[in-house]
């Protein structure tokens, strides 16, 4: 059974499949491939995280916070990419693992990259719905109570949910079916769509660094690290750095682990290789330099806001165009309330454009139904069936459940999955030495050794809350798998 559980999918066969029936339209360039990584990145990250983070958890070293967090992806998207140009189907990490670790890992990481997309999704439609609240509330215009938010949240102070109030997020879930509708039609025009709204998206944060920089106040930045550099924990417990009200790590590197989530979405590109007009060359660029544009941006404007207002007063919920106004910059509230309501769009459109490829490989070894998640639309070429059950999900989750607990869950799932990546390059290069590699990690085996390194820091930098659900995740992943997977796996029958 043990053999069973660990049988690995060839290399071979997974090219092969490339030939078959019911292949996705390969219609995107390099360009494309890094608009939709930057497009899943850059959103509600910079747009809403950089406040809580800053306020909650590190100050003004913000900025080496998301040095730090780059860091552990700079690593990981290179290890994505090495594969990605090795194994270019849909199904990223998924796909590595069971060629590499076996199916059990590989059901491990797909389960967990639903995690990533599905509930990643349901966050960043939240992150949309405060900046959508604030771009009306200037005109005016306020929703009822009743349908501003999630009917609770978590209180890091307290340590415990509260009630808001509320009954459920509205704009979270219109926001989710419009994108749905959106998806459904066809990749060509949903990088379209993405494409726009990007341009759109970095005019926006341009514009937040260039203005901004003539509002810096530098004495906003002493102290520089208010709560230290460190914040690592163990399980909850505290064993380096300062530990706030609620028992949570507080520092530097405790910031790193709560705006990681602002990373997730250049592991998205690879999703899409069988999209990919030439994949061995055009992914590894597509990864890499989503990556590096994001990062640069990110700390530019952690600097900008950090020095526009002290770290203690920023807004939790709108962050950057809350500090426009406070410095006496009202009318570019609209900008930016526009632009990051736009912004967000595309980060949510590329999470749940990547969600239905990841089932759609799944699904096609048969450890998911294949005659739903495995549906290629006949006209659009698209996982259709996946995309609609997707849609239905997160806005489910993104109306009742918090961004501070979806964020943060996200955070744990991805970091796991980036760790499985870069342990499956080692693997790889040990049990496959000659397969041909278009793209190879540099300064191997440093870089992915690194990447394991520095995911298990900013794991274990998360509370204990974080680690329980995401043991009851796995849970519910494991029931599927042996109550279902196992019995319909394609390799597990002609082993």
């Known amino acids: 059974m043990g053999s069973r559980l660990l049988v690995r999918k060839p ?15 390969r219609v995107l360039g390099p360009l494309q491939l890094t608009s939709l990584g930057v497009g899943a990145i850059i959103g509600t990250g910079i747009f809403v995280l950089t406040g809580q983070a800053a306020h909650d958890k590190a100050g ?28 270019p189907v849909a199904g990223s990490a998924y796909t590595y693992a069971y060629a590499t670790l076996g199916e059990l890992p590989a059901w491990i990481i797909g389960w967990d990259l639903v995690l990533e997309y599905a509930v990643g999704s349901a966050a960043v439609a939240h992150g949309w719905s405060h900046y ?44 989710t079916l419009a ?26 944060v341009l514009f937040v660094i260039v203005v901004g920089a003539f509002h810096v106040d530098p004495d906003n930045w002493r102290p520089f690290a208010p709560f230290g550099l460190a914040g690592l924990s163990f399980f909850g417990h505290t064993i380096l750095g ?25 592991d998205s590109v690879s999703t899409h290789a069988e999209e990919a007009r030439r994949p061995q060359r055009d992914l590894p660029i597509g990864i890499v330099a989503s990556l590096i544009i994001c990062t640069v941006l990110y700390v530019a404007v952690a600097a900008i806001l950090t020095g526009m207002v002290p770290y203690t ?23 930016i309330s526009l632009g990051a309501v736009a912004g967000i769009t595309s980060v949510l459109l590329v999470l749940m454009l990547s969600q239905p490829r990841v089932l759609l490989a799944i699904a096609r070894d048969g450890l998911l139904p294949r005659r739903f998640f495995g ?30 607990i979806l964020a943060e869950l996200v955070n744990i799932g991805t970091l796991l999955a980036f760790l499985f990546v870069c342990a499956a390059v080692l693997i790889m290069r040990r ?58 796996s394609v390799m597990t029958a002609s082993a």
């Not at 920023?314 to 609209?334: E, H, K, M, N, T």
């Not at 549906?375 to 995309?387: A, E, Q």
């Not at 191997?444 to 043991?471: D, H, K, Q």
């Open 11 to 25: 290399l071979s066969v997974i090219r092969e499949e490339l030939k078959g029936e019911h292949r996705l339209r």
């Open 60 to 87: 003004p070293s913000l900025m080496l916070s998301f040095v730090v967090a780059g860091l552990a992806c700079v690593f990981a998207a290179l290890c994505y990419a090495e594969f990605a140009a090795m194994v």
């Open 132 to 175: 959508f609240q604030d771009f009306i509330g200037i005109f005016g215009v306020q929703l009822p109570r009743e349908l501003r938010s999630a009917p609770f949240d978590y209180n890091p102070a307290l340590g415990e949910l509260v009630s808001t109030g509320a009954i459920l997020d509205l704009p979270a879930i219109l926001v």
């Open 179 to 204: 994108v749905t509708m959106i998806l459904l039609k066809g990749i060509r025009e949903s990088a379209t769509v993405n494409a726009v709204v990007v341009a759109l998206k970095l005019a926006v």
């Open 242 to 266: 300062e530990t706030g009200k609620g028992g949570e790590p507080l520092g530097m590197l405790a910031g790193a682990a709560t705006i990681f989530f602002a990373y997730i979405g250049f």
């Open 313 to 335: 007063e920023l807004s939790i919920d709108a962050p950057v165009s809350d500090a426009f106004a406070r410095v006496g910059l009202p009318w570019a509230q609209l900008i």
């Open 375 to 404: 549906s290629v639309h006949p006209v659009f070429k698209t996982p259709w069936k996946s995309t609609f059950l997707t849609g239905i999900v997160v806005a489910t989750l993104s109306a009742l459940l918090p961004l501070r």
């Open 431 to 488: 049990t496959a030495p000659d397969a041909p590699r278009p793209f190879r990690v540099p300064l191997y085996p440093l870089t992915p050794i690194l990447g394991i390194a520095i995911c298990v820091l900013l794991m274990f930098s998360l509370p204990t809350e974080n680690w329980l659900r995401l043991a009851a995740w796995l849970l519910v992943g494991f029931a599927i798998y042996f109550g279902y997977s196992r019995k319909h």
